[in-house]
Structures are given as C-alpha cells and as structure tokens.
C-alpha cells in the first residue's frame, strides 16, 4: 500500500526558511514524478514544485526562485527548500506521487512573526 507522509512543517517568521520532507513507501518509488502541492485557508489546491523521476524541475511562479524541489530515490525520500518565506505561503503543503492520485495528509506551514 503507497504512504506518503510529510514532515517539516512549522512557524517561521517572514524572510525565514523550512524544508519539507515526503517519506514515500509501498511504490517502486523511483520510476514516479513526484510534486509538493499546497491549499491556504479558503482557497483551492495548488500546485508549487514538480520533479520527475530524472530530477527535472517545475515551479509555480509565486515560488520560483525561493523554493526548490529535490528527491532521494535510494532514500524514497522528497523534500521542498523553503527560502524567503512570506505569509502569503502559509498553506498546509502536501506531497503527491505523480500520475496517481496518491496524496499525502499534509504539513502545515504558518508564517507569520
């Protein structure tokens, strides 16, 4: 059975940083995109960073720059680098396997001093 679980999550004042992590298991994780998504309160998912299975990246305007996307596959592991942050990136951030609907339960992320 696939899990993904994410960790890292916390506050963080304006200007900080976080990185997140996704323990991926129970998927020949390697083979797989993997992306970090993200849903503030009263608005709809969206998507923040994706890296293939060969470690090409996408981001989301609002975070380029500031955020990178990056994976493990020995480790089955994902993270996202959180540079620069800002209030308007408080979200609760979740890790999906890409091309199946394989979510993780999220990690919130408030900033704010």
């Known amino acids: 059975q696939v899990q993904l679980v994410e960790s890292g999550g916390g506050l963080v004042e304006p200007g900080g940083s976080l990185r997140l992590s996704c323990a991926a298991s129970?998927?020949?994780?390697?083979?797989?995109?993997m992306g970090w998504y993200r849903q503030a309160p009263g608005k709809q998912r969206e998507l923040v960073a994706t890296?293939?299975?060969?470690?090409?990246?996408n981001y989301a305007d609002s975070v380029k720059g500031r955020f990178t996307i990056s994976r493990d596959n020995a480790k089955k592991m994902v993270y996202l680098q959180m540079n620069s942050l800002e209030p308007e990136d408080t979200a609760v951030y979740y890790c999906?396997?890409?091309?199946?609907?394989?979510w993780g339960k999220g990690t919130l992320v408030t900033v704010s001093s």
């Open positions: 999906k396997l890409g091309g199946t609907d394989y």
């Open positions: 129970g998927t020949l994780f390697s083979i797989y995109g």
């Open positions: 890296i293939t299975n060969i470690g090409s990246t």
